[in-house]
């Protein structure tokens, strides 16, 4: 099992795991030592718990640069199909550069876990900031949304579709830039291939999948315009009291935009036209970068720590 991650990476774990284990637990959590023969990392503070991972984050003890690592334990992903998930997240995110895209180092396992070494992104996730502000203004929204596009249009280059696209997987960078991140779901698609797995969560999820249609890029642009509706809006636009009933919802395409919500004309209309149920009727990635939304009004290449907590105001 772990020689098909070690296969797949190119950073060979070398460490002999029949006569010694790379973890060394000294008194304290806070200085327990992970890593193997070419890294050795201090392991700090519990950033959060995914379906399978625990994150921590992780200080190299020779360079002192803090990163994120999610610890994966061998028993919870025992099961074929879910290890291949595994291994697929790593190929996958192991062959991605870019700014918008949570950086992967490199993994290292242990008898126990598999580690995945990651950028970190220490001002947590959109679903957290929204959280707390609520809803959030056009600038910022656009603001969000170009570096998303951006990753998007890297992605689809490469023929990924990343197919989890939520408020929970857009990371924020300490200086506040998105960063993509899990691609537990992601698949390889080559050109004209249609992928057919159900997968995602609910309320971001495409109709063509939940209707076994087959799928293709058009998913993760429906996924945006929930994100773009949902930031807007302060909650996603095919929400209810029920996975069921927000797939019924979703099939038949039945959402408003409340007017007290004062939405702007352009806002609308990128909403309108990216929520639509036929996938090829969905806007191009670069007909979205020059819809009115982005192009007109105020906009911003930076926003501030504070903007996590309180409306910034456009200077
Ligand atoms: P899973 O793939 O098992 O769902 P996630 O990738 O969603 O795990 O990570 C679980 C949680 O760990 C996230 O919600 C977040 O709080 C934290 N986390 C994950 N990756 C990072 C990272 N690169 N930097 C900071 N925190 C992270």
């Not at 989890?164 to 924020?172: A, E, S």
């Not at 797995?197 to 999820?205: Q, S």
Request: proline share 4%; aromatic share 8%; with cysteine.
């Amino acid at each position: 099992m772990s020689s098909a991650v070690a296969a797949s990476d190119g950073h060979n774990n070398v460490y002999d795991r029949s006569t010694k284990t790379n973890r060394e637990n000294v008194d304290t959590e806070s200085s327990e030592i992970i890593g193997n023969d070419k890294h050795r990392y201090r392991k700090g503070k519990f950033l959060g718990k995914g379906g399978f991972a625990r994150v921590y984050e992780i200080t190299d003890v020779e360079t002192g640069r803090v990163l994120a690592c999610k610890e994966i334990r061998k028993a919870s992903v025992a099961e074929p199909r879910t290890w291949a998930k595994v291994v697929s997240e790593i190929n996958i995110h192991k062959k991605l550069r870019h700014t918008n895209i949570v950086q992967y180092e490199h993994f290292f396992e242990d008898n126990e876990c598999v580690y995945i070494v990651l950028e970190l992104c220490s001002n947590k996730t959109l679903l957290e900031l929204l959280k707390t502000r609520k809803r959030l203004q056009d600038f910022e929204v656009k603001y969000y949304m170009l570096q998303m596009l951006a990753a998007l249009q890297y992605l689809q280059a490469k023929n990924i579709i990343h197919r989890d696209l939520k408020l929970g997987n857009l990371f924020l960078s300490g200086d506040m830039k998105i960063k993509i991140g899990d691609f537990g779901l992601a698949a390889k698609c080559d050109d004209g291939e249609r992928r057919q797995t159900l997968c995602g969560t609910p309320n971001y999820i495409a109709p063509e999948i939940l209707d076994k249609r087959g799928h293709g890029y058009e998913v993760d642009t429906w996924s945006m315009g929930v994100i773009l509706y949902t930031l807007l809006v302060g909650y996603p636009p095919f929400e209810s009291s029920n996975v069921k009933k927000t797939c019924k919802l979703i099939k038949s395409n039945s959402y408003s935009i409340p007017s007290e919500m004062n939405l702007s004309e352009s806002a609308t209309d990128l909403i309108t036209s990216i929520l639509n149920s036929d996938p090829e009727q969905r806007p191009t990635l670069e007909a979205i970068l020059v819809h009115p939304f982005f192009i007109t009004g105020p906009t911003t290449d930076t926003l501030p720590i504070s903007a996590l907590t309180v409306a910034p105001k456009y200077t």
